[in-house]
């Protein structure tokens, strides 16, 4: 019999990203947002080398927007900068600091892992599975969401022709430690 075994995981082992879009009849104007949450944790419990257990948290506070991609005219840092600030406002940071995932099934899949679980943003839990690809070391998973399933409200200029699309992806790129 196997004992179980603990693999954590967060930034010093790879990336945790949010990619937005822009949508509306000013679209053209926008940009298409890469995210990085800096500080972020996964716990994946296992029992030999089979997953039995994974939660993924977050901390909101930490996002940082790396870049921009689209626009009249590339994305300027203080441009960057009013992005988080809308960004962090958008998923309302001062009453929930945490985003959470908890697998409550684990199953193999050809390549990997299919989690099933709950989704917690902005104080709403939603269900939501994500597929994980593991390579050797390397782990990746990617998963697309609406914003206002979690009530989070998309960030929009001139009077709603540009806004932020309410579909976004998030996706993990991780090495597991040795």
Same mark, same amino acid.
């Given at each position: 019999?196997? +004992?179980? +075994?603990?693999?954590?995981?967060?930034?010093?082992?790879?990336?945790?990203?949010? #990619?937005?879009? /822009? *949508?509306?009849?000013?679209?053209?104007?926008? =940009? $298409?947002?890469?995210?990085?949450?800096?500080?972020?944790?996964?716990?994946?419990?296992?029992?030999? $080398?089979?997953?039995?257990?994974? /939660?993924?948290?977050? $901390?909101?506070?930490?996002?940082? /927007?790396? &870049?921009?991609?689209?626009?009249?005219?590339?994305?300027?840092?203080?441009?960057?900068?009013?992005? #988080?600030? $809308?960004?962090?406002?958008?998923?309302?940071?001062?009453?929930?600091?945490?985003?959470?995932?908890?697998?409550?099934?684990?199953?193999?899949?050809?390549?990997?892992? +299919?989690?099933?679980?709950?989704?917690?943003?902005?104080?709403?839990?939603?269900? =939501? +599975?994500?597929?994980?690809?593991?390579?050797?070391?390397?782990?990746?998973?990617?998963?697309?969401?609406?914003?206002?399933?979690?009530?989070?409200?998309?960030? &929009?200029?001139?009077?709603?022709?540009?806004?932020?699309?309410?579909? /976004?992806? *998030?996706?993990?790129?991780?090495?597991?430690?040795?």
């Amino acid at each position: 019999m196997s +004992s179980p +075994s603990q693999i954590l995981l967060g930034p010093e082992q790879g990336t945790f990203t949010l #990619r937005t879009g /822009v *949508v509306g009849p000013a679209a053209r104007t926008g =940009h $298409n947002l890469t995210i990085e949450f800096e500080r972020w944790q996964a716990t994946v419990d296992l029992d030999g $080398n089979v997953p039995t257990a994974a /939660v993924l948290a977050v $901390n909101v506070e930490s996002l940082q /927007v790396r &870049s921009g991609e689209g626009g009249i005219t590339p994305m300027t840092p203080p441009e960057r900068a009013l992005a #988080r600030v $809308n960004a962090l406002k958008s998923l309302k940071v001062t009453r929930f600091g945490d985003i959470t995932f908890r697998a409550s099934a684990i199953t193999a899949t050809d390549d990997g892992y +299919s989690l099933t679980g709950d989704l917690s943003i902005c104080g709403k839990t939603r269900p =939501h +599975s994500v597929t994980v690809v593991v390579d050797g070391t390397q782990v990746s998973g990617e998963s697309s969401l609406k914003q206002t399933d979690f009530g989070v409200k998309q960030y &929009s200029l001139m009077m709603g022709a540009l806004k932020v699309a309410d579909e /976004v992806t *998030v996706a993990l790129e991780a090495t597991i430690p040795t």
